[in-house]
């Protein structure tokens, strides 16, 4: 096998919706280090790695330095150093950027009725180099467990509402990247940063080729958020759930 790099989107493909890591799953991410680089890229914030990723990981120090964590859909890269997790680089906003991001936001949600009726947690977060909007708020899972990610999964299964406020909001803030995140959430980032942007950082601060990577996510088909990963040309593996991941890495460790 001819790749360096095994990426991994975060929810659908690590694990559900702001849920941990099954104890399966963490048991072969500690074993991927051992054998690759493995990166993890999606649009929560770093605290989020750290409840959903970090904390269920049993992988050494010394390999520990092979993992690439990048949040906020790559406008964030943070990399274990000198026993502590360090940031490489991060692409914020002005807090001028962040009130244009919110009031457009605001508006699309509240014109097109989008809004639900009971939420858990703040809705719209600014998570400094993104803006989000997620619509049953930011602490359901955290709040509900596995109810709430039931709710989330129910609430947009064809993506027909997320497609319909992004393409409200994106001509409001043409300026900006407007985005399909999560089950339940859009995304804003500065134009032209997607994952796309992380992996193409990441390659480069690695120095190997894009043919050395493998990706593996949940949404790739076109308009979905890992969708610019593939376009660029990465090879990539498209699953339904955390299980299907398994399978695969299992299948990648039965073969270095």
């Keep these: 096998m001819n790749k360096k790099v095994i990426a991994f989107d975060l ?8 849920s941990p890591l099954d104890p399966r799953m963490a048991g072969l991410i500690d074993r991927l280090l051992e054998k690759f680089q493995v990166c993890v890229i999606s649009g929560g914030k770093f605290e989020q790695f750290q409840k959903q990723v970090l904390d269920n990981l049993k992988a050494s120090p010394e390999n520990l330095k092979n993992l690439h964590l990048m949040p906020t859909c790559g406008t964030r890269y943070i990399r274990y150093s000198e ?22 936001l605001n508006k699309g949600f509240d014109d097109l009725a989008m809004r639900a009726e009971k939420t858990w947690g703040e809705t719209l977060e600014d998570r400094g180099s993104q803006v989000t909007f997620s619509v049953l708020g930011q602490n359901i899972v955290d709040e509900l467990g596995a109810e709430g990610v039931r709710m989330k999964e129910e609430w947009d299964p064809d993506n027909s509402k997320k497609n319909k406020i992004r393409e409200y909001v994106a001509p409001l803030i ?14 804003v980032t500065k134009l032209g940063i997607d994952k796309a942007f992380g992996m193409k950082k990441l390659i480069e601060i690695l120095g190997i080729d894009k043919s050395e990577v493998l990706f593996l996510g949940d949404r790739l088909a076109e308009g979905g958020n890992d969708y610019p990963v593939k376009a660029m040309g990465i090879d990539s593996l498209e699953v339904s759930h955390w299980r299907d991941t398994a399978n695969l890495v299992e299948a990648i460790l039965l073969v270095v």
């Design 11 to 18: 929810d659908g493909t690590l694990a559900d919706s702001k």
């Design 83 to 104: 026993n502590s997790w360090q940031q490489v680089y991060a692409e914020d906003f002005s807090e001028e950027e962040k009130a244009k991001i919110f009031t457009a």
């Design 174 to 187: 043409p300026e900006f990247e407007v985005r399909v995140g999560g089950v339940t959430s859009i995304d």
